[in-house]
C-alpha cells in the first residue's frame, strides 16, 4: 500500500537479481467546506509487509502520515488504481480532475530479500463528492489506521515522504493561482445523443386523429367541413343517423 521507509539502495548492494519495479497511483482529495480547503490524509497501520511470510512490522501510532495510494492491478490504468485507492483508503467517493504528477524514486527494502525497489507513482487530483471519510471495509483496516481531513495550506508539513509533500504543494498551487482548474468537468451526454433530425425527404407525413395529413405538409385535410361554395359534407355529419347535416 505505503512506501517503505528502509534504508537507501546503494549501487553496489544491487544486482539485476534483487532490483525490482512497482508501479502505483493515488489521490490528492480536497474539499472546500467553510470557505477553506481541505485535504484528506491517512495515517497507515502497517508498514512495510512482508507478502511472502506474511509477517509485518507495525508503527506506532503517530509516526506517518501519506496521502492515498497503492499498487496499479492487472488490468487496470493509473486512473483506475488512484480511484480504488482513494475509495478503499478514506472511504468516501470524490471525481477524479487531471493527473497532478509522476514521481519517480528508489529505496531497499527492509524486509524480505531487501530488493532495491524503482517506483513510479502518479498522483491525481480528486474533488469530493460523498461519503464520510475514514468509514472503510473492515479488511482495510489492517491498512489505515486512520483517515482524516487536514487543513490544505499546512497538510504538506505534516506528510512523512518527501515526494508526497512536493506533490501537495502543486495542489496548493492550483487552489491558489489557478482555481478555474477545480471545477468539474460537465456530465456527459448520453451514447444516443440528442435526436438529430431526418432529411425532409425522409421524413414521414404527420397524421391527423381523423388520418388526413396536417396542413403543414400543405395536403387537404378530409372531414376539414365544406368548402366555400360546395355543398359537400364534414365526415363527422355524414355518420349514420345524421342525415343532412348537424340536428
Avoid at 477524479?96 to 524486509?111: A, D, K, M, V
Avoid at 471519510?133 to 479488511?139: P, T, V, W, Y
Avoid at 483496516?141 to 515526494?163: M, N, S
Avoid at 385535410?221 to 365544406?226: E, S
Wanted: proline fraction near 10%; glycine fraction near 10%; aromatic fraction near 6%.
Amino acid at each position: 500500500m505505503q512506501d517503505a521507509d528502509g534504508p537507501p539502495a546503494t549501487a553496489e548492494s544491487a544486482t539485476p537479481e534483487s532490483v525490482v519495479y512497482e508501479t502505483s497511483a493515488g489521490g490528492v482529495v480536497l474539499r472546500h467546506i467553510r470557505g477553506s480547503w481541505q485535504v484528506a490524509l491517512i495515517e497507515p497501520n502497517i508498514i512495510n509487509a512482508d507478502t511472502i511470510t506474511r509477517k509485518a512490522k507495525a508503527r506506532p501510532p503517530g509516526t506517518v502520515f501519506a496521502l492515498p495510494k497503492g499498487g496499479v492491478d492487472e488490468g487496470e490504468t493509473p486512473e483506475q488504481s488512484a480511484r480504488r485507492e482513494v475509495d478503499e483508503e478514506t472511504g468516501v467517493r470524490a471525481q477524479c480532475l487531471f493527473r497532478l504528477t509522476t514521481i519517480r524514486y528508489t529505496y531497499q527494502r527492509s524486509w524480505g530479500g531487501r530488493e532495491q525497489v524503482h517506483k513510479s507513482v502518479s498522483f491525481y487530483l480528486f474533488l469530493y463528492q460523498s461519503g464520510r471519510l475514514g468509514q472503510i471495509r473492515a479488511d482495510m483496516r489492517d491498512e489505515v489506521r486512520k483517515a482524516f481531513w487536514f487543513p490544505l495550506e499546512k497538510a504538506h508539513h505534516k506528510l512523512t515522504y518527501r515526494g508526497e509533500r512536493e506533490v501537495l504543494k502543486m495542489a496548493q498551487k492550483i487552489v491558489r493561482e489557478h482555481p478555474e482548474r477545480l471545477t468539474p468537468p460537465p456530465p456527459q451526454q448520453p451514447i444516443s445523443g440528442p435526436a438529430v433530425a431526418r432529411p425532409v425527404a425522409q421524413q414521414r407525413p404527420l397524421m391527423s386523429p381523423l388520418g388526413s395529413l396536417s396542413p403543414r405538409h400543405g395536403a387537404p385535410q378530409r372531414g376539414a367541413g365544406p368548402r366555400r361554395g360546395g355543398g359537400g359534407q364534414s365526415r363527422r355529419d355524414s355518420r349514420p343517423g345524421r342525415p343532412g347535416g348537424r340536428p
